[in-house]
């Protein structure tokens, strides 16, 4: 990234100012665009101070991708997150990055669609403290970094006795002399900082999930009302330069194949789902006639007559997946069944179209009569603020040699990385 650094005192005790240059500034109706004034802190690996006083990390070079996208020329300072939080709030800068959504900045400023998605994770010397509840977790001496997004989650969950850290290096090395029973943190930032400790101290150090956070910039109201189109176009613009990293990790898609498939599959009798993709004994239909009930099943999710949704709705599979579903305590957000051809035979919630046969949860299951299951990309919904991923594969007959359709389970990847079978 190209950029000039130069720091104005030393990190976490003076301010530091870091200048970000982007080459044009483009001309509005009003007349020049002002010099944007963003509020950051040093968090590896999103925003990193290089040996030659630069200020890198994939939040920083996203932020500089999508403002020089959208002809803007900002200044980034690097100066403590409460402070960043404050000054947003007194409007001594216009936004601030990478930010957690926080109740008490709504009523200032607005959170952008994610920029990174942050995975929180519980780091303790002793692994048993990692299996109990935030309740007991809060009895304990917690460790946090100072003004962090996990430090506003700890304040919302009622955990009243806990220390802050400047960063991650401290809270890694109080754990390690026993100053600390846990910590809460990003998993990318404690496995950077974990690299400076030796392989014998790593390993004291055990880990358990807590959840996702998505992580955007909050932009003054004040900013944001002069500048009415600026939030669409800048979370239009994430997309062309944060594709965001949401796939499971190699530890987590190994949980969802080795402990929550499993525990689903012995909950749902695939058997029985097979014997009832094979009773309607349909038509092979054509292309044309493929898009038409497409068509018609769009139409009628809108519509006040669903003969077709209600038709597959009502069946005795969707009544199967419907029971299944609700046994789950919201593990599984939804469940579907697709027959030989692509199209939904059973649901537990009406699914937005009926032929799935170009996807990959199909063509990646049945199209290749494999056992092997597809797991897709985590996506991120914006209403519920919650985390899903679909896991397919293919349904076979009783013998276990003829693939006869595909299931798919829509699961809240936050509750199922949490669970243990």
């Known amino acids: 990234m190209v950029g000039v650094g130069w720091r104005v005192g030393q990190k976490f005790g003076w301010a530091m100012a870091f200048f970000l240059t982007v080459p044009s500034v483009l001309a509005e109706d009003e007349g020049q665009r002002p010099s944007l004034i963003l509020s950051t802190n040093i968090a590896p690996p999103y925003q990193i101070e ?7 990390g994939i939040a920083v070079e996203r932020m500089d991708c999508i403002l020089s996208q959208m002809g803007w020329d900002f200044t980034t300072r690097v100066v403590p997150w409460k402070r960043a939080q404050r000054d947003v709030v007194t409007e001594h800068s216009q936004g601030y990055y990478s930010a957690a959504h926080l109740d008490a900045l709504d009523q200032h400023a607005t959170l952008s669609s994610p920029l990174i998605l942050e995975k929180w994770y519980w780091y303790a010397t002793d692994k048993s403290l990692l299996k109990w509840n935030t309740e007991t977790k809060a009895k304990r001496l917690v460790g946090v970094i100072l003004g962090a997004n996990t430090e506003a989650w700890l304040d919302q969950h009622d955990f009243k006795h806990y220390r802050t850290f400047q960063d991650a290096r401290q809270l890694v090395g109080s754990l390690l002399l026993g100053r600390l029973d846990l910590f809460l943190a990003d998993q990318h930032t404690i496995r950077e900082v974990m690299q400076a400790w030796p392989e014998a101290e790593r390993s ?3 880990s358990r999930f807590s959840r996702y956070t998505p992580l955007g910039a909050y932009w003054s109201h004040t900013f944001l009302q002069k500048h009415p189109a600026f939030m669409d176009e800048f979370n239009h613009t994430i997309s062309l330069c944060a594709p965001e990293q949401r796939q499971l990790d190699a530890r987590e898609r190994a949980h969802f194949l080795a402990a929550v498939l499993p525990f689903l599959e012995r909950r749902l009798d695939l058997s029985r789902v097979g014997q009832l993709i094979g009773a309607p004994r349909r038509e092979w239909l054509s292309s044309d006639a493929i898009e038409k009930l497409d068509q018609q099943w769009s139409d009628e999710r809108r519509a006040a007559s669903k003969p077709l949704i209600s038709a597959v709705e009502q069946s005795t599979l969707s009544a199967l997946l419907q029971n299944f579903q609700q046994s789950l305590d919201g593990v599984v957000e939804e469940v579907f069944v697709m027959d030989a051809q692509g199209l939904i035979v059973g649901m537990s919630e009406p699914t937005s179209d009926y032929w799935q046969g170009d996807e990959a949860k199909f063509q990646q299951t049945y199209a290749v009569a494999t056992r092997e299951p597809h797991i897709s990309s985590i996506e991120f919904d ?12 293919a349904v076979f007959d009783i013998s276990g040699k003829i693939p006869l359709g595909a299931i798919t389970y829509g699961i809240d990847v936050e509750k199922a990385l949490s669970f243990e079978p």
Do not use: D, N, P, Y
């Not at 290089?50 to 890198?56: C, F, I, V, W």
């Open 50 to 56: 290089t040996a030659e006083g630069q200020l890198t």
């Open 204 to 206: 004291k150090i055990h």
């Open 382 to 393: 914006e209403s519920t603020r919650a985390f899903q991923v679909q896991v397919s594969r």
